[in-house]
């Protein structure tokens, strides 16, 4: 069974930073693009970034969310700054588009709430 765990979620006051890891296995790291979604209440899952296996970087930066693949720790980082109340959600790491297939493999979620 392919596990993909988040962390680094939490509370923050409005302006603050968080970092969120995803593990996984290996071949799932190398293999599928991966990426952050996010889920507000009430509102549909949203994708934050993603970096395809067929890109060539490892960091991307939009706005004030930077997604980072560590090659080194097999590990996807979700750096998130200057948070607002709004960016309040479940946090969710997703493998996607694997061996060049529709298979996606989705993390338990983490949850980021931030306060004003």
């Known amino acids: 069974q392919v596990r993909l765990e988040e962390s680094g979620g939490g509370s923050v006051q409005a302006g603050g930073s968080l970092t969120l890891s995803c593990t996984m296995p290996d071949y799932i790291f190398q293999y599928c693009d991966l990426g952050w979604y996010r889920q507000a209440p009430g509102k549909e899952r949203e994708l934050l970034l993603t970096i395809r296996t067929t890109d060539f970087y490892d960091h991307f930066q939009k706005d004030r969310f930077s997604v980072t693949k560590d090659k080194e720790k097999k590990i996807l980082n979700l750096q998130m700054n200057s948070l607002k109340p709004e960016d309040t959600a479940a946090y969710y790491c997703?493998?996607?588009?694997?061996?060049?297939?529709?298979?996606?493999?989705w993390g338990q979620g983490t949850q980021v709430t931030v306060s004003s």
């Open positions: 997703v493998a996607d588009r694997c061996w060049g297939t529709a298979t996606n493999y």
